[in-house]
Structure formats: C-alpha cells, structure tokens
C-alpha cells in the first residue's frame, strides 16, 4: 500500500494575554472541520494549534493582573486548551513559545540567520504599536500617531536592534507568489500582499533590548537582548514540525534537509490581520535560512458586530463557551463554519445562529428521528435488507460537491452540500409516505418491499450524512453512529460502501432538541 500523503496544517499561535474568543475559536474550528475532512479522505494529518507567549504586551497584561509573565500564560495556556477541548478540536499538538524545544529551535535559527550574515546591528528609530506588536514608520501612523490596524496610542522608540535583511528577499518573494496563483488563498489577500511588495521592503528589526523588556528568548550572539515577539512566534510551526534537532552534530540538525519531519507545512490556516507576517516575513526567513516554503496559507475574514471587528479591547466579543453551555458545543462549530463563506467577513447575530441551529434541528436532526423512529415502529428496530438505493445519485451529486468545495477551502459550501442532501432525504420521505405502505402491508406483500425500500434508502443516506457532518458535528455524529448500531462515525467512503441491513437502530431523544431557542 502506498503511503499516505502528508497534510501538515496549522492555526495562529493566540496571544496568552488574554482569553480565547470567538474568533479564535473561529480559526481553530476551521481548522479542525478540514483536519476531519482530511482525515475522511485517507490523508494522515498533523495539526498544530498554541500559545504565542511571549513580547510587550504579555509583559504589560502580567505586571497589570500583578503576575508574572509565567504565571499568566500558564494560566491561559490552560484556559486556551480547555476552550479546545470543550469544542471538541482535533488537534495533535499544542505549542507553547516558552517550551523547552522551541526555545531551542528559535536559538539555533537565529544562530544560523547570524552565522550567514543575515543578520546586522542597527538603530531602529520608528513607532510600535504594543497591541498589534508591530512596528510603524511615521508614514503609516493614523491621526495623532495612532496604530494604523487597531487605532492605539503608539510608542515612539529610538534604540539598538538586530534587523534581517529581509529587502534582500523581496524580489524572490514577488516571484514566488506570481508563480504559485494558489500559494496565497483567497486571490484578493493575493492581491493585497503583492500590492504590499510593490513597495520598496525594508529590513526587519528582530530584536528587544533586554533593559526595556526582558521577557523573550535571548539573542545567542547577543545576551542584552530578546527576540522580537512575531520572530519568535513564526518559528512554532517549524519547531512543531520536528525538522530541527538542535542536539544534532552541526551540519546536521535538520536545516539542510527536512526528509522525515512534517517540515515544509501544508497550509496555514490564519485572519486576514496577520497575512503580512505570515505572508512576507514567514517565507523570507524560511529562505535566508535555506529552509522550503509552507505550500499554502488560508487568510480567512473577520467575525464582526455590526461593522466593527470582534476583539476583546473593543469589548463585543462573544464568549463561543458561553454559546456552548446554551447549546452544545455542534451548533456553535455549524454556525460559525455554515454562516461566514470562507475567506470572507461575516456579522455575528443571535437571530442568524438560531436560525442556523434551527436548520440542525428541523432538516437533519428530524430525518434523524423519524428514519430510526421508522425503523423501530415499522421494522422492530431492525434495518431492512434491502437495496435502498433510493437516494443514490443524490448522494453521488452531493459526494462531488462537497469534495469540490473542501478542494477548494469553501468549507460553507461544503456544508451547505451536507444539509442539502439531508433537505432531500426529507423530501424523498413526504413523496414515499411510507406510513401508508405501513397501512397497507399486512394485506399486499408489495407495499411491504417498498416500505423496506425506503426504509433502507433512509438508512444509507442518514451512514453517508453522519460522515458529511461529522466534520462540523463530531460529538452529535458519534451520537448518531451509535443509534445506528455503528462502533464509530464511518468515513464516507466507508459509508457509501456500507451494508447496514440487520442492524438494530434506535431512535433515542432528539439530537438538537428545541431547548433556549432564545439567545436573549
Ligand atoms: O495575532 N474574526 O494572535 P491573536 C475572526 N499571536 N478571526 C479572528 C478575530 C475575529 N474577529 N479576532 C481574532 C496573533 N481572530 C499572534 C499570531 S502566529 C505565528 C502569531 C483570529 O491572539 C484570527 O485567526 O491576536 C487572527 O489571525 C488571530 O485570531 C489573531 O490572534
């Protein structure tokens, strides 16, 4: 058998000043509903999610909660991992910027960039925004020298740093994103970054003196410094990766050849406000040190209330685990992934989510209860053998469109795909009224091989819809498996081959039950 093809996907590393949101959980979502769907399609997958934990602003959110820098994103790395666990994402590792191998990795990188002189000692005098974490010439700044992206004071800064010599990259970078039409996803964040290079690229400042905030890994050629906190946190997805081993006999601790590691990633999954460091810095530094290139990035939109974007200084962000705790971890991961097309920003309103966990509830949650409800009344609980083929080009029409769409990251699409097959399977139902072969059974043996016909017709498409929504709804599709008499949710090419004649179903309590409809 042949290998597997590798997909090595990865989200941002979140900031560990403060708690998870709804946007956050957005990216981590999406994320995981394509993992799943990769996974379903025989991919071996390796996702990557964590804690970006250290820079200014973590160092100011401690000295103001009167904690230590360690001691808050502790603490957050296990507010951010339970948020995960609680909206049941499958991820495979959890990075923190404070463990022990990425120290290492970012050392030895930053060892390598010096040691081929990519790497120089200057005077950066410009402005920095500590929010953002970023830096800005006096062009870029808003009214009285406010943040261009977030509309905060910035400070005026005049020191000694290490800077890359990132320009030195700019013309190789423009050529690689015009060669690679998918290399940055969707095309107008394309646009906006080779818009972004159309302008001259300055060098990068990649340093902190340790005397203004001693917070950071330490330069290895420099003691009285760190590193800048987005240097840092880029190199995660390296680190996690396993391609370096710093232990390693020099020459040989994974730069030159990353055979074997999870090293170049697949895609980065990330928002649309950090599509320049990942965009631009990101590959720069992979290229001055001689490292391939991720093979894609995802730059998803904005969740936004009314016309501002949700963020936590703003004060509108909507706790996802507040959400959950109203109704259940599946209805939130469907809306967030059903209502905003991928790519695009979305508005967040509770009259949209309870018309979207309505659209859970009366389409697939009520195919659901009357397909085993059915089966029970009608069939003692036992699946029919019959054919129940009933249904199958509508499920070979879904199966092509909703593969289509995961191909091409409209991970709205592709759940729009799932819940129209289920709105037909509905409508097969009303047009075979099997209630009244029911009716008829006893006396013409006919209508009782029609009704097992439906029966397992209904049967097979509910196998193939718990593998289309397990993806968006795992915990409700294991539910749902095992009302089927299935040990776990089938994958679809399983459940499309499947013979479920025999089996015993039950049809248990609702799977979305009308409960606090009111989000109020
Ligand atoms: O930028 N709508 O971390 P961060 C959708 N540590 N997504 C949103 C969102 C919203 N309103 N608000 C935030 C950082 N996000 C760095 C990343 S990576 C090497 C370092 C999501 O905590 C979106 O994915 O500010 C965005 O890119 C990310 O959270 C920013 O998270």
């Not at 500590?130 to 005026?156: A, F, S």
């Not at 909703?402 to 047009?431: I, P, T």
Request: hydrophobic letters at 40%.
């Amino acid at each position: 058998m042949s290998r597997p093809q590798r997909y090595y996907l990865t989200t941002p590393i979140y900031y560990a000043s403060g708690d998870p949101h709804i946007g956050h959980a957005y990216t981590t979502i999406l994320t995981d509903v394509l993992a799943r769907f990769w996974r379903q399609q025989g991919r071996e997958v390796f996702f990557l999610t964590g804690t970006d934990e250290h820079g200014q602003k973590m160092f100011e959110e401690a000295s103001r909660r009167g904690l230590t820098p360690r001691e808050l994103c502790d603490q957050m790395a296990v507010s951010f991992r339970a948020a995960w666990q609680e909206l049941d994402i499958s991820f495979d590792r959890f990075i923190r910027t404070t463990d022990a191998d990425h120290v290492s990795v970012v050392t030895a990188f930053l060892q390598r960039l010096w040691d081929r002189g990519e790497i120089y000692e200057g005077a950066y005098r410009g402005w920095y925004c500590v929010y953002e974490e970023r830096y800005w010439t006096e062009k870029d700044l808003g009214l009285d020298r406010t943040c261009p992206d977030c509309g905060r004071p910035t400070h005026k800064i005049d020191e000694k740093n290490y800077f890359f010599r990132m320009s030195a990259y700019q013309d190789r970078l423009i050529r690689h994103i015009k060669e690679n039409p998918r290399w940055i996803w969707p095309e107008m964040r394309r646009n906006e970054v080779l818009g972004f290079l159309a302008q001259p690229l300055a060098d990068l400042s990649i340093s902190r003196p340790k005397s203004r905030l001693p917070w950071g890994i330490t330069l290895p050629f420099d003691g009285d410094h760190v590193a800048y906190v987005w240097f840092d946190a880029l190199i995660n997805y390296l680190t996690a990766s396993g391609a370096i081993d710093v232990d390693g006999p020099p020459g040989e601790e994974g730069f030159e050849d990353t055979t074997g590691s999870w090293w170049p990633a697949h895609l980065h999954i990330i928002g649309k406000d950090i599509l320049t460091p990942h965009a631009v810095y990101w590959p720069a530094l992979l290229m001055a040190a001689g490292l391939p290139l991720p093979a894609g990035i995802l730059s998803h939109g904005w969740w936004v209330l009314g016309d501002r974007k949700m963020s936590k200084s703003l004060g509108n962000v909507v706790d996802p685990l507040e959400l959950r705790g109203r109704f259940g971890t599946d209805p939130v991961r469907w809306y967030l992934l059903r209502e905003m097309p991928t790519g695009q920003d979305a508005s967040f309103t509770a009259d949209r989510f309870v018309i979207r966990y309505e659209e859970l509830a009366n389409v697939l949650g009520n195919l659901a209860s009357r397909t085993l409800g059915m089966t029970e009344k009608y069939r003692d609980g036992r699946v029919p053998d019959s054919a129940g083929g009933g249904l199958d080009p509508q499920i070979a029409e879904t199966l092509a469109r909703v593969s289509g769409a995961v191909a091409d990251f409209r991970l709205h699409e592709a759940l729009a795909g799932a819940m129209e097959l289920a709105r037909r399977a509905n409508g097969y139902v009303e047009e075979r009224e099997p209630w009244t072969h029911a009716k008829e059974e006893a006396s013409d043996p006919a209508q009782a091989a029609k009704l097992d016909e439906t029966l397992a017709t209904l049967v097979r498409t509910l196998a193939v819809l718990a593998a289309l929504f397990e993806p968006a709804c795992p915990g409700k599709m294991r539910e749902l498996a095992t009302r089927m008499g299935l040990d776990r949710v089938p994958t679809l090419r399983e459940a499309s081959a499947m013979r479920l004649g025999g089996r015993r179903v039950k049809k248990g309590e609702p799977l979305f039950p009308r409960v606090g409809l009111s989000t109020g």
